[in-house]
């Protein structure tokens, strides 16, 4: 199938009908978060969370550390840099995947959960930091690259 020749419209069609099969066969795959929890447990020979709407964690590595993963996508004229919100206690390693634009690239970093507050905003009305990707956090002697691949076909059975 050459998906280049496709309209937009029939490549959403195709993507909605994929997610819905991948969805009943019990893989949730709705948006980049689902994907990058998918390539970090693959990377770390991890499991995803069982429950999508428990707090604080969203990978389970075989150690038992509670691993709370993050992503990012750039899109024309709208970089994110926001990784979001973050409670601590909740987690014992996070990780931040950044996709590339054309999601035909990724890359990821690790870190211990005490680097969040020496780089994210504390919100006193939400009890949760919210951190930003930035090249000083990147540069910390705590965060470390996370090697991730792509594509993630054959991660889907994880």
Known sequence: MDLESL???????????????????????????????????????????????QRGHDVIGPDGARWQVKALVNRPG?????????????YDVLAIVLFAEDMASVQAWQMPPDVVPDYG??????????LTRTQKLLRDPRVSELKLDL???PLLRR
């Open 7 to 53: 309209t937009d419209e029939e490549l959403v069609g195709l993507w909605f009908h994929a997610n819905a099969v991948l969805h009943r066969r019990g893989v949730k795959l709705w948006h980049a978060g689902d994907l990058a929890e998918m390539l970090v447990a693959a990377a770390i020979d991890g499991t995803r969370a069982k429950s999508s709407v």
């Open 78 to 90: 709208n970089v994110r840099t926001s990784v979001g919100f973050l409670r601590q206690g909740t």
């Open 121 to 130: 905003r504390w919100h006193p009305d939400r009890g949760q930091y919210r």
């Open 151 to 153: 594509p993630a076909a």
